[in-house]
């Protein structure tokens, strides 16, 4: 069984997007076709990304 990822979630205003974030969920969804072993370091990286962007975001 192959696992595609779907479409990003349309939120609607483009103003509210970020592109870390979309960056990092994009990356989340393209994990599901990794093997289990890459798929850790996949969802590592994402996390770190939205940690950091998100305490930039608390910084403003």
Known sequence: MVVRPGPLPDV???EARH???D???R???NAATLAPADQIAQYEAA???LRETLATIDQT
Do not use: R
Request: overall charge negative; proline content about 7%.
């Open 27 to 29: 990356a989340m969804a």
């Open 47 to 49: 996390y770190e990304t």
């Open 12 to 14: 609607g205003d483009d």
């Open 23 to 25: 960056a990092a969920v």
């Open 19 to 21: 592109p870390a974030v």
